[in-house]
C-alpha cells in the first residue's frame, strides 16, 4: 500500500478518505525511463514500492471505465510543482547558513566577516563584474542619446511636410477658386481627408504655422 508521492515537494500521502490515487511506475524500461526523466529528481531510482499520485497525470491519462481509477498505458506525468520544490530547498540552504554562522565565534572581526560572507552569497549577482555593469550603462546610456536624436529629427520632418502639405493645399483650393483650375482638381491630387476641408480651415492653419515660425524666431 503507498504511504507518499515520491514527486519532489508533492505532501500528497495515501488516505482512503481523500480522492488522490497512487500509481507505481511502469515495468516497461522505456516508459519508466520518461517518468524518471518528468520527475527530475537527481539520482533518483525508483523501487518496488514507489508511487506518484494522481496529482501529476493530467484528465485524459485516466481510464474511468471500471470501478477503479486507472492509467492509460500511455500516461506520463506533466504536472510538477518544480517552483515550490526549489523554494523550499533555498529556505533550508539560508537556515542552515544562518544556524552554521550562529555557532562561529562571536567575535567583532568574526561576525563582520560573516555579515560579509551572507551578503556576497544572497547578492554574489551585484559583484561579480561591476566594471562591465559600469560599461553596459554607458552603452545603454549612449542608445538612448542616440533614440532621442533620432525622434527629434523624425519629429521636425513631420512638422516640415505638413506646413508643406498645407501650403500645397492652401494653392490648390485657391487656383480652384479663382477658376484657374477645373472644379474637382483638389479631390484627384489631394488625399481624401484633405481634399474634403474648406478653404478657410486651410487658411487658419497655414497663419497658425506662420505665427508659430514667428514665435520661435
Given at each position: 500500500m503507498p504511504t507518499n508521492c515520491a514527486a519532489a515537494g508533492c505532501a500528497a500521502t495515501y488516505n482512503k478518505h481523500i480522492n488522490i490515487s497512487f500509481h507505481r511506475f511502469p515495468l516497461d524500461p522505456k516508459r519508466r525511463k520518461e517518468w524518471v526523466r518528468l520527475v527530475r529528481r537527481k539520482n533518483f531510482v525508483p523501487g518496488k514500492h514507489t508511487f506518484l499520485c494522481s496529482k501529476h497525470f493530467e484528465a485524459s491519462c485516466f481510464d474511468l471505465?471500471?470501478?477503479?481509477?486507472?492509467?492509460?498505458?500511455?500516461?506520463?506525468?506533466?504536472?510538477?510543482?518544480?517552483?515550490?520544490?526549489?523554494?523550499?530547498?533555498?529556505?533550508?540552504?539560508?537556515?542552515?547558513?544562518?544556524?552554521?554562522?550562529?555557532?562561529?565565534?562571536?567575535?567583532?572581526?568574526?561576525?563582520?566577516?560573516?555579515?560579509?560572507?551572507?551578503?556576497?552569497?544572497?547578492?554574489?549577482?551585484?559583484?561579480?563584474?561591476?566594471?562591465?555593469?559600469?560599461?553596459?550603462?554607458?552603452?545603454?546610456?549612449?542608445?538612448?542619446?542616440?533614440?532621442?536624436?533620432?525622434?527629434?529629427?523624425?519629429?521636425?520632418?513631420?512638422?516640415?511636410?505638413?506646413?508643406?502639405w498645407i501650403k500645397a493645399t492652401c494653392l490648390v483650393k485657391n487656383l480652384e477658386a479663382n477658376n484657374i483650375l477645373p472644379r474637382g482638381t483638389s479631390e484627384h491630387i489631394l488625399p481624401t481627408a484633405l481634399s474634403h476641408l474648406p478653404l478657410e480651415d486651410f487658411k487658419i492653419l497655414e497663419q497658425e504655422q506662420q505665427d508659430k515660425k514667428l514665435s520661435i524666431l
Open positions: 471505465t471500471g470501478q477503479t481509477r486507472r492509467l492509460k498505458m500511455d500516461a506520463v506525468p506533466t504536472i510538477f510543482d518544480f517552483c515550490t520544490h526549489i523554494k523550499s530547498m533555498k529556505l533550508k540552504s539560508r537556515s542552515l547558513l544562518k544556524k552554521n554562522n550562529n555557532c562561529t565565534s562571536a567575535g567583532p572581526s568574526n561576525l563582520k566577516a560573516n555579515i560579509s560572507q551572507q551578503v556576497l552569497l544572497e547578492h554574489s549577482y551585484a559583484f561579480r563584474n561591476p566594471m562591465e555593469a559600469k560599461k553596459r550603462i554607458v552603452k545603454l546610456e549612449k542608445e538612448i542619446a542616440s533614440l532621442r536624436r533620432k525622434m527629434k529629427t523624425c519629429l521636425q520632418k513631420e512638422r516640415r511636410a505638413t506646413r508643406r
